[in-house]
């Protein structure tokens, strides 16, 4: 199961090499695999920020109560347009993306009406997603689903310099 991690947007690449290290080859195939997947999609100029972790069949989806995921915390509101997703291997994962806009006595809140989930989407290719927020102060991203281990990737798309 992934958990919950405040990365700012400079320890983004730390995280990063941290998931490549944790993750496991589907079966069959080589276990560097994952890693090499992983390195050629870094990109630690994103100015946004990006995410991964490994991801596997015990993973259960989130739970709204306490949501799991990896997260990346903006000092300022910062405007985003939407997430680039991606996922190792030729099968399909869940995601589930949610966005906060500030916090309630300290703690994030992420609004409902900015968070979606996408099913099924086929690993492989990159999928970028629409999710439109002038003054975001947290994304998240949590990958589920899987029916083998794997990992994903996520990369927070918009202009940092709005």
Do not use: K, N, Q
């Amino acid at each position: 199961m992934t958990r919950a991690v405040d990365v700012p947007r400079a320890a983004a690449a730390l995280v990063l090499a941290a998931a490549a290290a944790a993750c496991s080859a589907p079966p069959g195939a080589d276990p560097d695999e994952i890693d090499r997947w992983l390195e050629e999609r870094l990109e630690p100029s994103a100015p946004l920020g990006a995410m991964s972790a490994p991801v596997g069949p015990a993973d259960p989806a989130p739970d709204p109560a306490s949501p799991a995921g990896i997260s990346v915390a903006y000092e300022h509101p910062e405007r985003i347009e939407g997430v680039r997703l991606s996922c190792f291997g030729d099968g399909t994962l869940d995601f589930t993306v949610e966005v906060a806009t500030g916090t309630v006595d300290g703690a994030v809140t992420y609004d409902r009406a900015r968070s979606v989930t996408y099913e099924d989407l086929r690993c492989g290719p990159e999928h970028e997603v629409a999710l439109p927020v002038a003054d975001a102060t947290r994304v998240r991203v949590d990958g589920f689903g899987a029916d083998r281990d794997g990992a994903w990737y996520a990369v927070v798309v918009g202009d940092a310099t709005a």
